[in-house]
Structures are given as structure tokens and as C-alpha cells.
């Protein structure tokens, strides 16, 4: 309850602050974009995970003042990066509370707007589990994103439940496959089937598939050589804040 009174504060005075971890297309590891990450650093208990203080927002009611937060911050990190000169796309992480409760397009119309952005550079990555609560509220808020030309990606992919039905009723552009899957997928045969069966079915439905947690070369080589288009993970980049993101991929000197 401490923690829930001090998250308040810190998303009503701006004490969070995003980190973007980047996403390389793996044929030639170009940079295809970042995903926006929280990170909230308490004066008193140092930093807290986002798993456990979206939660704390997600049971108080603040999540939707926190991830309007996110999307502010994110547009206007896009308009600096615009304003230099680089397009590069963000991901933001929605929770299921969000779609359920607030107005996600809404909320990246009005920031967008705002700082003069295109929406089409705003890609929500959605966890699964929110979509077993295949709700018309959920549909419709999704198909608003759609329409304000946002991309829709289902993160976490082959962790939930309604995975399989969902992508043929509400197609997303992306699958993101779950790191629980690649950890191990050079060694493990069910794992390396699960991610095959993820590859194939998005191959057939034209959809671009990002592999997360990818750490050594041999994972990126089994993806690769099965046709997954992106990757994410510490062996290219970890999350890195937009001092460190700049000066590896956009320095002028
Ligand atoms: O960033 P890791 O670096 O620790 O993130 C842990 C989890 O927190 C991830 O599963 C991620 O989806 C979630 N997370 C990070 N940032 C956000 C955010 O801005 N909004 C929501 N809803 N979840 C986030
Ligand atoms: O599920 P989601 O994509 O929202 O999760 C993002 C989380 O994954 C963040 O906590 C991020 O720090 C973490 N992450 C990113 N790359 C790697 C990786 O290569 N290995 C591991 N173990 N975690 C990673
Ligand atoms: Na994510």
C-alpha cells in the first residue's frame, strides 16, 4: 500500500522514466524499431520491476494515468527522433486493463496529435492472456488502434490460451514468440517445435514474427535459418536508454 501511495507520485510527478530495447531484422540485423520499457527507480526501494508495479497500477486504477504516461512520453521521444531526422518505430506494452477499461485510441490520438507524430510509427504490443476476454470492448478498441493506423502485435505468443482462434478473428501484424520458447530452442525438441509451429502459421497468414529473448548465436542461427524475420534480445541489445540507443545507432561524430 506504501508502494501504491509512492507509484501514484511518481506517475503524477514524472518520476518514470523508458528505456527501448531495439528489434533488428535478422537477415542483415538492421534496426527495425524499439519497445518502449518502464523503469521506475524509487528514492527509497531503488528500482522495482515493471512486472510488479504494473500490477500495483493494474489493482489501484492507476494504470490508465500510467500508460497514458507511456504514450506522452513516447510521442514526444518520436517527435525529437523525427525532428533529427530518424524514423523509428516504438512498441508500447498495453495491458489488458487498459483495453478493457480506458480508450487506448483515444489516448494515442489526442498524444500523437499532440506532439505531431503519426500513429502509424506506434505499434501495441498486446499480452495474450488479456485476449481470452475476447470482448467486444476489446475488439472494438483494437480495431479503433487499427484505424488510427497503429500496428498490433500479439506479444508472449503460444503462452496463452486463445492464441490459435484469435489471430484468425482479429490478425494482428506481428507475433512476438515468447522468450519461454527460444531459451532453449537450439537443444530442446518441444520447444523447437512449438516455434516452428508459431513460424509456420504466420508464414501462411503473412504475418511477421519477432523471436524475444534471443541470447546466443545459436538461436538467431535456428531462427533464422526457418524464416523469422526479426529479433530481440540481449545477444544484439539489451534495453538501453535513449542516450545509450542514440549513441550506438544514430551518433553524427
Ligand atoms: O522490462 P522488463 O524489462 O523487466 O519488463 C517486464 C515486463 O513489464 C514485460 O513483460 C513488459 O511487458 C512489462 N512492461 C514494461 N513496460 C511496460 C509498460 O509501459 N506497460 C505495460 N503494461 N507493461 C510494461
Ligand atoms: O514480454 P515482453 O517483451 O514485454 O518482455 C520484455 C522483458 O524481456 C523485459 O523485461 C526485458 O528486459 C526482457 N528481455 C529482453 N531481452 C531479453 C533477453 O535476451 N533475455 C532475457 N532473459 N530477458 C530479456
Ligand atoms: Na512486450
Known amino acids: 500500500l506504501e508502494l501504491e501511495g509512492r507509484l501514484r507520485k511518481a506517475v503524477h510527478n514524472d518520476l518514470l522514466s523508458l528505456v527501448f530495447q531495439p528489434k533488428f531484422r535478422i537477415k542483415d540485423r538492421k534496426l527495425v524499431g524499439v519497445e518502449a520499457l518502464l523503469r521506475w527507480r524509487d528514492a527509497e526501494f531503488g528500482d522495482i520491476s515493471p512486472n510488479r508495479f504494473v500490477e500495483i497500477a493494474e489493482d489501484s486504477g492507476l494504470i490508465l494515468d500510467m500508460s497514458g504516461w507511456v504514450v506522452r512520453a513516447v510521442c514526444r521521444q518520436l517527435r525529437k527522433w523525427l525532428d533529427r531526422g530518424i524514423v523509428l ?60 493506423g ?31 520458447f527460444v531459451r532453449d530452442i537450439e537443444n530442446s525438441a518441444g520447444d523447437a517445435a512449438v516455434a516452428s509451429a508459431i513460424l509456420s502459421l504466420a508464414h501462411s497468414l503473412n504475418l511477421v514474427v519477432t523471436a524475444e529473448g534471443v541470447e546466443r548465436q545459436g538461436q538467431l542461427d535456428w531462427l533464422l535459418a526457418r524464416g523469422c524475420h526479426e529479433v530481440q534480445g540481449f545477444l544484439l541489445a539489451k534495453p538501453l536508454s535513449v542516450a545509450d540507443l542514440e549513441a550506438r545507432f544514430f551518433s553524427t561524430a
Open 89 to 148: 518505430p516504438v512498441a508500447i506494452n498495453c495491458s489488458g486493463k487498459e483495453l478493457l477499461h480506458g480508450d487506448p485510441a483515444k489516448v494515442v490520438e489526442a498524444e500523437a496529435r499532440a506532439a505531431n507524430v503519426p500513429p502509424s510509427l506506434i505499434e501495441i504490443e498486446l499480452t495474450e492472456s488479456l485476449l481470452i476476454k475476447d470482448s467486444a470492448t476489446v475488439q472494438s478498441a483494437l480495431k479503433r488502434l487499427r484505424q488510427l
Open 150 to 180: 497503429c500496428r498490433i502485435a500479439l506479444d508472449d505468443f503460444g503462452t496463452g490460451y486463445s492464441s490459435l482462434a484469435y489471430i484468425t478473428r482479429f490478425p494482428p501484424d506481428r507475433i512476438k514468440i515468447d522468450k519461454a
